[in-house]
């Protein structure tokens, strides 16, 4: 079956402009996360939804973040008014698991976003 | 302050050899860890898992240990072949937590011919 696709691949942003990068999860997948991974470290995590439910935002780096999922399945990360410290792969991930539960994440390939 | 340490960057071993690639964590919460693979322009492939309740857990070519007192996981591949040269990220979980991992920064493999 399908696994998590993320859209654009790659992005290339002026400093300053605002962009927008998709998630598809796997089909069925209660819960999504957005992990941000800088260049040779691990992933570090964003932000989680169970459905359409926001239930952990704490490692949005500031409030020029936002992460939507209304209708419980695709989900989009937004960055506003980017600054060359967050270039970096965005990367989400999806898993069967709701709140509490032990369970494996399935990461899409990352959207490289690249701010000059 | 790194949850999750892996102390080795890099690791070399030869085809058929054994690769053993180690990972430490500071928060005795943790219940839950994971093994990571990752080739270049991918996300992290799932490779293994252990929960707390068990010491060692075995997938063919791959075990993962558990040292809990110690703080400690290992991932053991037998034999080594170069299709598993990537990066190894090790990431923990904890039930009362949230849902979200903490990973390692990664071990990058590379297994020689």
């Known amino acids: 079956g399908a696994g998590v696709s993320q859209s654009p691949r790659y992005k290339v942003a002026k400093r300053g402009q605002d962009v927008a990068l998709r998630c598809d999860p796997i089909?069925?997948?209660?819960?999504l996360f957005w992990y941000q991974q800088a260049l040779g470290q691990g992933p570090e995590f964003l932000t989680y939804?169970?459905?359409?439910?926001?239930?952990?935002k704490s490692g949005l780096p500031s409030d020029r973040f936002f992460a939507e999922r209304p209708e419980g399945s695709v989900s989009t990360l937004k960055i506003q008014r980017t600054q060359q410290e967050d270039s970096a792969v965005y990367l989400c991930?999806?898993?069967?698991?709701?709140?509490?539960?032990?369970?494996?994440?399935?990461f899409g390939p990352g959207t490289r976003l690249l701010v000059l | 302050d790194q949850q999750v340490k892996q102390n080795s960057p890099s690791l070399s071993v030869q085809e058929g050899r054994i690769s053993i690639l180690n990972c430490d964590y500071t928060?005795?919460?943790?219940?839950?860890f994971l093994w990571y693979k990752k080739y270049p322009a991918e996300g992290p492939t799932f490779l293994i898992s252990?929960?707390?309740?068990?010491d060692k857990n075995e997938d063919g070519r791959f075990t993962v240990f558990l040292n809990k007192s110690a703080k400690h996981l290992s991932l053991h591949i037998v034999p080594s072949q170069p299709g598993d040269s990537a990066v190894y990220f090790c990431?923990?979980?904890?039930?009362?937590?949230?849902?979200?991992?903490?990973f390692g920064p990664g071990t990058r493999l590379s297994v020689l011919p």
């Open positions: 252990i929960s707390s309740i068990k």
């Open positions: 991930a999806s898993s069967t698991a709701s709140m509490g539960e032990e369970e494996t994440q399935y």
């Open positions: 928060n005795s919460m943790f219940d839950y």
């Open positions: 939804f169970q459905n359409e439910a926001q239930l952990d």
């Open positions: 990431a923990a979980s904890a039930y009362n937590y949230g849902q979200n991992f903490v």
């Open positions: 089909s069925g997948h209660v819960s």
